[in-house]
């Protein structure tokens, strides 16, 4: 190929390597499909190989038969069943036994000098009962730089055929088509006809203007060859003209020497190198659309889910809100008791710090069971049932809110099951570490619900509770009950009412010591309950806020992995598409410039 670049030419070559590694690259940092990573390795290498000619078709079609007129020489084995059951190379060298290179790849090789500068490669029937046969001629198909289409003019494209035309399609490959066998054709009017359909059908397989097609008798052709000793030797000899005289055969119809100057003439120089410059450009081409498709479905996956991830943190948020707003009423229920406790003990004051009540007043044990009976009554066990209710409230809740994220993501992991999204795609590291954190969220939230206990989360965080109040008003007032601490911050103000009558005149207790003692009882009364209310207020908030602070944090550990891997989901599969979009750019402007270097000269050749 150097031979015949020019330096600016030389410079496309450079751009394209630059181009398959950058492509490569960005696929690389995108977890992309492993058959796609070995594709652009090996064409990297491929660039620097001689002009890979693909000979392609069902088996019964000619293939071997078509190769052996242009050797005019049988090298190929030829014959009614498929006869060619691996991939065959040809290259140039001394006639011999092939040479097997791996276990489906054979190499024969032929004296004849166009194939210095190209291999031939037959392949095996695109219709082959054996699947592993077609898989071989499919995956040769992107290293080909120009494909020649074998099919039968007895049945033209075949519904096998057509499906391999799309994968031909696919790799965006020089394609010229073969119609072999008009040797036994009904009448010259069928090849008129078959034309005409072949040209529309394959028009609208793989767009664009209708194709090259060569109608030919490939038996004709190397029967003329084999038949005498003169042409077989002006073709090993390289002459195009006498190799093309040589293989003329009787039916004027058969287009094989028109086909066979295009082999020998239109490959040699520069249309070969336009070929073989705009062969890697197919496979790029394919490569980042078939990735933009791939990534743009796996950008909207990791959308789906990031959805699914916000709507479980808005719930959670929302859940926040909620509990510590709806908090509030069991604090102010718990305000109305204290304070109708305090209406009560104002009240009790009122009626019993009289003058009249002074021998009761006298016995401080009468004193504070009357005043624990008739003030504070059921007042601390209200409270009991206030604090429950509140804890019960809480702990239903935060079983709710689990019971809703493991719904978001039953639901989404279904809608994904449907779309095929959670099924192994191409191998790739996306989708085995996705399903790994996708299981790892869903199997904490199970566990969790599973395991979830009402009374004991109830009991625990009572448990919080208590230890918060015997930590601020002893210990020993804990193990009365919450009731025993009311009557320790109010009853024991009372007490000491005992003390003041028994110091002072009964009368002028009667007229100036009692009302102003019971005014103080009030004051101090009113004083503690204010009191207690903040305190009890501020423990059950905090430890409120404490343990719904422990559930948001359960359920957060269980989420936020998860949002971390799409986050840097999200930045690399931006940063992919940006990549190859910008190469499917470059891709469409080396073309540009490969067409300008090198015009197509195809058409002339007739």
């Not at 020019?6 to 995108?30: D, F, M, N, T, Y």
């Not at 990534?295 to 996956?301: D, T, V």
């Not at 103000?493 to 010591?513: C, N, P, Q, R, S």
């Amino acid at each position: 190929m150097e031979k015949v670049l020019s330096r600016k030419q030389s410079e496309l070559v450079g751009v394209e390597r630059k181009l398959v590694l950058v492509i490569r690259e960005a696929l690389e940092r995108a977890d992309g499909p492993r058959e796609d990573l070995e594709r652009l390795a090996a064409l990297v290498h491929e660039m620097d190989e001689l002009f890979l000619l693909v000979v392609v078709g069902e088996y019964n079609t000619g293939k071997s038969t078509f190769i052996n007129a242009l050797l005019g020489d049988e090298v190929f084995e030829m014959g009614d069943l498929p006869t060619t059951r691996v991939i065959s190379i040809l290259r140039y060298g001394s006639a011999g036994a092939p040479e097997p290179v791996g276990e489906h790849v054979r190499v024969f090789r032929y004296p004849l000098e166009f194939l210095q500068d190209l291999e031939i490669v037959d392949t095996p029937g695109t219709n082959s009962i054996e699947r592993m046969e077609e898989e071989l001629t499919r995956g040769f198909v992107p290293r080909a730089d120009l494909v020649l289409f074998v099919t039968s003019l007895l049945q033209p494209l075949t519904a096998s055929e057509l499906d391999f035309l799309g994968h031909i399609r696919q790799w965006g490959k020089k394609t010229v088509f073969i119609v072999n066998g008009i040797d036994r054709r009904n009448s010259d009017e069928q090849l008129a006809r078959v034309r005409e359909y072949l040209e529309r059908e394959i028009s609208s397989r793989l767009g664009g203007d209708p194709p090259p097609i060569y109608f030919i008798s490939a038996r004709q052709a190397l029967r003329a060859k084999v038949g005498g000793g003169e042409a077989v030797q002006a073709s090993v000899s390289g002459g195009a003209d006498g190799a093309a005289a040589a293989a003329q055969p009787e039916d004027a119809l058969n287009e094989y020497p028109r086909l066979e100057r295009y082999v020998l003439e239109t490959l040699r120089d520069k249309e070969r190198v336009r070929l073989k410059l705009l062969s890697p450009l197919g496979v790029l081409r394919r490569v980042v659309e078939h990735n933009l498709t791939a990534l743009a479905g796996r950008q909207g996956i990791v959308h789906g889910d990031a959805r699914i991830l916000a709507s479980i943190r808005e719930q959670l948020v929302g859940y926040v809100g909620d509990m510590t707003t709806d908090s509030e009423r069991y604090l102010t229920d718990i305000r109305n008791v204290l304070y109708e406790i305090e209406r009560r003990g104002k009240n009790w004051f009122d009626d019993t710090i009289r003058v009249r009540n002074v021998g009761f007043l006298r016995n401080k044990d009468a004193v504070e069971n009357r005043f624990r009976n008739e003030v504070v009554a059921d007042g601390p066990h209200r409270i009991e049932e206030i604090v429950h209710g509140m804890v019960d409230w809480m702990v239903r809740n935060n079983l709710k809110l689990w019971n809703s994220a493991l719904a978001e993501l039953e639901a989404h992991g279904e809608r994904l099951r449907e779309q095929g999204a959670l099924a192994p795609h191409a191998g790739t590291e996306f989708v085995y570490n996705r399903e790994e954190l996708f299981t790892r969220m869903r199997n904490p939230i199970e566990n969790r619900l599973q395991q979830f206990d009402a009374d004991s989360e109830a009991r625990g965080i009572v448990d919080a509770v208590n230890t918060s109040i015997a930590q601020t008003f002893g210990v020993e007032m804990v193990a009365a009950g919450l009731g025993a601490l009311v009557v320790f911050v109010i009853a024991s103000k009372v007490a000491d009412v005992t003390g003041i009558l028994t110091a002072t005149l009964l009368a002028v207790a009667g007229l100036l010591v009692l009302p102003a003692r019971r005014r103080k009882l009030q004051r101090d009364l009113e004083a503690n309950i204010a009191r207690l209310n903040a305190d009890l207020t501020e423990l059950l908030r905090t430890n409120f806020g404490e343990q719904l602070g422990r559930y948001e944090q359960q359920l957060l550990e269980v989420v936020q992995p998860y949002e971390r891997f799409l986050e840097t989901e999200r930045v690399k599969l931006e940063r992919a598409l940006a990549e190859l979009r910008r190469a499917q750019g470059e891709i469409a402007d080396v073309e540009r410039r490969v067409d300008e270097a090198f015009p197509d000269e195809a058409a002339r050749v007739g």
